[in-house]
């Protein structure tokens, strides 16, 4: 309902008529006394719609603490049009390199070792941009070297040309090349 409904008990008319013939107002403690009613079960069922979607949000939560010298991934917050850490394209990774934790700033953030290819990336990251890394003797992580400019993106540069295609479009041709970038996989080839 309306909160003019909930608080006086009627729908609201339009301005240019208020009152109905014969209609009396009521004034005094007993109007006090519903007001107060009404206002508690409002609150009481906004209280209730609080608790309720809480406890959705809770389902997705849950509290991540990490100990010093532990190693976690750290995420990648992508932009449109900007790559940040090496990594581009709503296709990219979403998490780079193991990283190990130096020390832990208030409860919410943590200091970690980067190597010095990110001297311009701040080593202090929240705890939300953080996943714990489980370690196992059959990975072997490679850490690619690249250079950052001032605004942390970097130059994409074209290392080979993988294949050559004619593409027909109604009564067009048009040639399209695959072309393999510095610091990706052939996977990660574009056309």
């Known amino acids: 309902m ?14 240019l008529n208020w009152d109905e013939v014969g209609e009396r107002k009521m004034l005094g403690p007993k109007l006090v006394q519903q007001t107060a009613d009404v206002i508690n079960l409002i609150q ?3 209280k209730t719609a609080q608790i309720r979607q809480k406890s959705y949000a809770d389902n997705r939560r849950r509290p ?16 449109k049009g900007i790559m940040r850490f090496v990594r581009k394209g709503k296709a990219s990774l979403r998490f780079i390199s193991t990283f190990r934790i130096l020390d ?4 919410r953030a943590y200091r970690l070792a980067l190597p010095p290819d990110f001297d311009r990336v701040h080593n202090v990251f929240h705890v939300s941009m953080l996943r714990k890394y489980i370690s196992n003797s ?4 490679r850490h690619e070297a690249f250079d950052l400019m001032p605004n942390l993106t970097y ?3 074209p290392i080979q040309i993988l294949d ?13 090349i695959k072309i393999l970038w ?8 574009t056309w």
Not at 2 to 15: D, F, H, Q
Not at 182 to 189: C, D, F, T, Y
């Open 104 to 107: 832990r700033i208030g409860e």
């Open 155 to 157: 130059q994409e540069v």
């Open 2 to 15: 309306a909160p003019y409904e909930a608080l006086y008990g009627k729908k609201c008319r339009s301005p």
């Open 64 to 79: 991540l603490e990490f100990e010093v010298g532990n190693h976690v991934f750290v995420k990648i917050a992508p932009l």
């Open 138 to 141: 059959s990975h072997v992580l």
């Open 164 to 176: 050559r295609k004619v593409k027909v479009i109604r009564n067009k041709e048009i040639g399209i």
């Open 44 to 46: 009481d069922r906004m």
């Open 182 to 189: 510095r610091n990706q996989l052939v996977e990660e080839a």
